[in-house]
């Protein structure tokens, strides 16, 4: 029985996304054979639509089918070009991000790896919407190719409404990349600086940054589980902060990643 609510959460969740693809590609294609500003901009209504239909739908699921509590804590998103980050342990991540940030707000672009593009659908979609596609490699070439992909959406972002998604871990949270990292955190590994400093340095002077943490009270999270309502209850917390009045990227988010930790084992304890 299990099984068969995960299999059927994850029909849902793909049937959804098909539908968004299928109408998000024809306006992706009629945005690029016809490059003019009115066309631009009604192609980037309708595709804003679309997401936050689906958007609103995963929430609908997860909330009212399958019943999982989403506690949020802090103060809702307000912005329309925020940058947000967020600790990384589930493909679950994705739809909660979307459901405290795109529910009442900018859609969310993501700073994704290149190889997304060949995951079905998923990949389909980062690439209509035109998600930021890094190489994540530590070849020269790579390395250059990955900054001036994120040197050019940090100067676009803020030039129209959406959010900016990353993921400072760059991978998803496991026990044995943890201790392979030799971390100071116990629910964490250790973020990255170079994306938020290259946006920091390009992107406008006024952007909104929104740190986002996301804890499922339990460790090992999969995301065929949380498909089930397993965990029943997530907790989202929601803090701001000003891009432009953070002097050293570095320094804050090593800080910010202490806090964070201090806060999962916090509420993993409120938990038991």
């Not at 955190?185 to 938020?196: A, D, E, I």
């Not at 907790?235 to 988010?253: F, Q």
Request: with cysteine.
């Amino acid at each position: 029985m299990k099984n068969l609510i995960s299999f059927s959460s994850s029909l849902w969740v793909t049937t959804n996304l098909l539908v968004g693809f299928a109408l998000l590609l024809p306006i992706s294609i009629i945005s690029w054979l016809i490059p003019l500003p009115a066309v631009s901009r009604y192609c980037t209504f309708l595709a804003d639509r679309i997401y936050h239909i689906a958007v609103t739908l995963d929430t609908f699921w997860m909330q009212r089918v399958l019943g999982i509590e989403l506690v949020i804590k802090g103060k809702a998103n307000t912005h329309q070009t925020p940058v947000v980050i967020c600790n990384h342990q589930s493909w679950f991540d994705i739809p909660l991000v979307q459901h405290v940030i795109s529910g009442n707000g900018p859609i969310i672009k993501f700073l994704v790896k290149r190889e997304i593009v060949w995951i079905p659908v998923i990949g389909w979609i980062c690439m209509v919407l035109n998600f930021p596609r890094l190489r994540r490699g530590k070849k020269n070439s790579k390395a250059e190719s990955d900054f001036s992909i994120i040197q050019k959406a940090s100067k676009g972002h803020g030039k129209e409404t959406g959010a900016l998604l990353i993921f400072p871990e760059g991978t998803r949270f496991s026990e044995a990349k943890r201790v392979n990292q030799k971390v100071p955190y116990l629910h964490l590994l250790k973020p990255k600086t170079g994306g938020l400093k290259m946006i920091k340095q390009y992107a406008d002077a006024d952007i909104s940054l929104v740190d986002i943490t996301i804890d499922y009270h339990q460790r090992n999270v999969h995301i065929w589980n949380c498909l089930r309502a397993n965990p029943a209850k997530i907790t989202i917390t929601l803090e701001h902060y000003s891009l432009a009045k953070i002097d050293d990227i570095e320094t804050w988010l090593n800080n910010r990643w202490l806090e964070k930790d201090k806060l999962l084992s916090g509420q993993k304890c409120d938990a038991v």
